[in-house]
């Protein structure tokens, strides 16, 4: 297991990066591959590709882009198969998210998602904003 800082991005963060090139999703995206390991399952990479194949985004991006960033995306990422089950969100289908978060080992959540927020921290994993998380990082980067 690398030393390396291990994050988990929750979908909509991972599209509006794709979208917005330089919002604070997109900011946080490009940081968290280029400091530490992006974990994701199976579960997020399909769930990832259903929403990004909706047609409510081709005025953004055509689905060739949408396809080369998943493809880009997957060889980028540390494919993790949850071992551990947890039932613990208010919404269930987020529970995919702390499952993941616990078998890969993750120092982080980045999610815009009140019901994974509300749960911060979850079992020593910091769930926080993409904002909370940049202004984290660059106080981070200024005290090392």
Request: proline content about 3%.
């Amino acid at each position: 297991m690398s030393n390396k800082v291990r994050y988990i991005l929750d979908t909509n963060l991972i599209i509006s990066a794709l979208l917005f090139k330089n919002s604070t999703p997109a900011k946080a995206f490009r940081y968290t591959l280029n400091h530490g390991e992006v974990l994701s399952s199976l579960e997020l990479l399909e769930e990832l590709s259903e929403v990004l194949g909706r047609g409510k985004f081709d005025r953004y991006v055509t689905s060739e882009e949408r396809e080369e960033f998943l493809e880009s995306l997957i060889e980028r990422i540390v494919l993790i198969q949850p071992v551990e089950t947890v039932q613990v969100c208010r919404d269930p289908k987020d529970d995919m998210v702390l499952s993941l978060a616990l078998s890969g080992k993750a120092n982080y959540i980045i999610s815009g998602d009140n019901d994974l927020l509300v749960l911060n921290p979850f079992r020593n994993i910091k769930i926080v904003t993409a904002e909370d998380f940049l202004l984290g990082s660059e106080e981070a980067e200024e005290n090392s």
